[in-house]
């Protein structure tokens, strides 16, 4: 059975910062694409960071880039993402997953991950 841990979040004032940890059971974690998503209250998640498989490159939304990074370990089979500048707007639950089938395009897209991991809330206060 695959389970996704994440872990790192909390409560920051805006301009901090916090690191997100998600951590897979399964070794083929390590090899496969992975994106950390968003979910803000009665909407659909939304794409942050990606690593794409195939070209071995990272991915970013508008809104992030710059102040979030992503990375990963694969001995510890974990993905990270650094998140700096925090805004008000960026207080959600934030998710990982995986899957070593993605296209590029479907990198961004929720609906081609299928595991999911119960999120960890991110706060940021004005």
């Known amino acids: 059975q695959v389970q996704l841990v994440e872990s790192g979040g909390g409560l920051v004032q805006a301009g901090g910062s916090l690191r997100l940890s998600c951590v897979a059971s399964?070794?083929?974690?390590?090899?496969?694409?992975v994106g950390w998503f968003r979910q803000y209250p009665g909407k659909e998640r939304e794409f942050v960071a990606g690593?794409?498989?195939?070209?071995?490159?990272?991915y970013y939304d508008d809104s992030v880039k710059g102040r979030f990074t992503i990375s990963r370990d694969n001995a510890k089979n974990s993905v990270f993402l650094q998140l700096n500048s925090l805004k008000p707007e960026d207080t959600a639950v934030y998710y990982c997953?995986?899957?070593?089938?993605?296209?590029?395009?479907?990198?961004?897209?929720?609906?081609?991950?299928?595991?999911w991991g119960q999120g960890t809330q991110v706060t940021v206060s004005p």
């Open positions: 399964v070794r083929s974690f390590s090899t496969s694409s």
């Open positions: 997953d995986f899957d070593q089938r993605l296209i590029l395009t479907s990198l961004r897209l929720p609906a081609q991950y299928a595991y």
């Open positions: 690593f794409f498989r195939n070209n071995g490159r990272t």
